[in-house]
């Protein structure tokens, strides 16, 4: 057994939520869900297999260590490593799968407790708010204080089987920590700071070997070589009037919103974050629907969807938003377009998550002594190449994106300012990564 311990902050809150759809406290499982993400786009990036264990609708595309069959390898003189390669991807070996157990335990203590405040965002322009947090329509002053997501201070104990595993925990730890844990990064949960200074490592990663069992994506899978990430500064003199504009347009409930009663600025003073995420989303939302016109399928693959009554499924063939109940068959599909029957449910879409990732603005010096602040924002995600029928191209948006991300204009028109807030000239900008450079350079590039 070998372990290792870090010293975690939120710099914007962490979300990892229960049952009930609360986040009381910092859960496991949600963190080793970022790890084992991030370990499934690192192994994706180099060219190899992971699979989806999130995908509901087809759970054969998820591994499955049979015991007769891996007993049977082993006493054929196969090593460990090779029966397992047999059946189970690289991550599912690590993280563990039905049949076979995860090689690492992760115990949290909580150093000190502290949450986030719930806020709606009111939004000129977006069609709906955004709920930051967990909405309690009881709206009991205690439950408002406490669904907003987790600050405070969290010690992590790493505890490893295999001690060849370690720099690799590490190394996944430091990725994860880097860009967002938890649930919500997307829309601005999960920077933190980490008090070790950890730093990525030179690491071999396990090499799939080739066999039958590799299933062909259905839909691509998020993988590191087709990631982007931004580091945007802020220009310091900013931060009151991004305050201000975030106490004017924050809510702590429907009814306040309703009634015109926003919380003020003094909510947020306190914090190392500014809630503007969903600023910065909405912007880049209206970019893609100015750019691509009435495109919603494309921008609903990057920004994310549920299907509901306005929104139907997406049929996987003509890309449009096509689907309904196929009336003979209620376990199959209709497509209205290409009036195709007797669908599968692996065909259509009925949800996705953003492929786009915006934190909130943080101060990265806020658990630092005695250094000024510094704020700054990450912008990052998947761009991956969009099917033929879109008629948009990976590069196109790929363009799109780096030339308005260093645009001024672009800055003033998503926080409404006259001058822009952002240090252009500053930006930390990557695209297209080779990820062999990513660990080799034991990850130079994020500072
Ligand atoms: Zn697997
Ligand atoms: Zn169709």
Redesign the pocket.
Known sequence: MEEFSVTIKPLTPIWTGDASGKSSTLRETGIIGSLRWWYEVLIRGLGDYACDPTNEISSNKRCKLEHDKFNKALKSGKTMSEALNEQICSACQLFGCTGWSRKFKLEIETLEKSYAPFVIEEIPNARFPYFLGYYDTSEKAKEYVNNGGLMGKYKLRFIIEDANKVVLLKNLFTLASSWGIGAGVQKGFGVVDVEEKLELSNTTFPQQAESEYIAPYTVPLPRLDQFFFYKIPINPNFINQILKLIGSSSYKSIKDLKDNEPLGEEVFSSYPYLPTSPWVRNKIRSLFRDKFKNNQVLRHLLMGFISNKNIKPI?K??W?H?IEKDKKDGEKYY?E??K?GNITKDQIIEKTGSKIFVSHIYNKNAYKNNQEPKWEMRIWGWLPEIPKKINVSRKEIKQLLQVKFKDEDFWKQTFDFIENPVLIESIQEKWDLDPTLLINNRGVFYE
């Open positions: 049929h063939d003509c449009e096509s497509c377009v290409c195709k």
